[in-house]
């Protein structure tokens, strides 16, 4: 599965702790977009979605949230609690976010701008498009 957790660097001194996050360096990919969900209450689910192109780094800048993860063949769950790491997520990854801490931040770096058109909500829509893989000029049919 094209999702990895990457440790960012940190500096640490006696007046607390940074974490920078560079763009082709930090995250693999130019950073168009960010965006964070917060707020969120207890039993919620959200996400439930892949995304055809766009690459995402989930970062929990506090609290703790779990992330599900799941191609038709495999799935992950990652629980997201350490500010200095972040959940790399590839396209065509079917993603769902639970289990936020009432303090939760979870900030996310987008590799593009907001479009519609790149969502897949239906995860029966999405198996089938992971199944008939990418065609010979490198979309999916939809
Ligand atoms: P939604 O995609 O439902 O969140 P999630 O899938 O993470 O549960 O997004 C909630 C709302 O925010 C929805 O109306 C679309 C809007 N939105 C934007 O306008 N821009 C964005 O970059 C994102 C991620 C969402």
Redesign the pocket.
């Known amino acids: 599965m094209n999702v990895r957790l990457i440790k960012f660097p940190r500096h640490t001194d006696k007046y607390g702790n940074l974490v920078p996050i560079e763009e082709n360096r930090d995250a693999p990919f130019e950073i168009r977009?960010v965006?964070y969900?917060y707020g969120v209450e207890q039993g919620v689910r959200?996400?439930?979605?892949s995304h055809v192109d766009l690459e995402q780094v989930l970062i929990c800048v506090s609290g703790s949230v779990k992330i599900l993860v799941k191609t038709p063949e495999e799935e992950q769950e990652i629980l997201l609690s350490d500010p200095q790491e972040g959940l790399y997520i590839g396209p065509m990854i079917w993603r769902e976010?639970f289990d936020f801490s009432e303090d939760a931040v979870l900030l996310?770096l987008?590799s593009d701008?907001?479009r519609?058109e790149d969502?897949i909500?239906d995860y029966g829509k999405y198996a089938e498009m992971v199944k008939n893989g990418r065609s010979e000029d490198g979309r999916y049919d939809r």
């Open positions: 977009r965006y969900i959200r996400g439930f979605h976010m996310v987008a701008h907001y519609v969502y909500r």
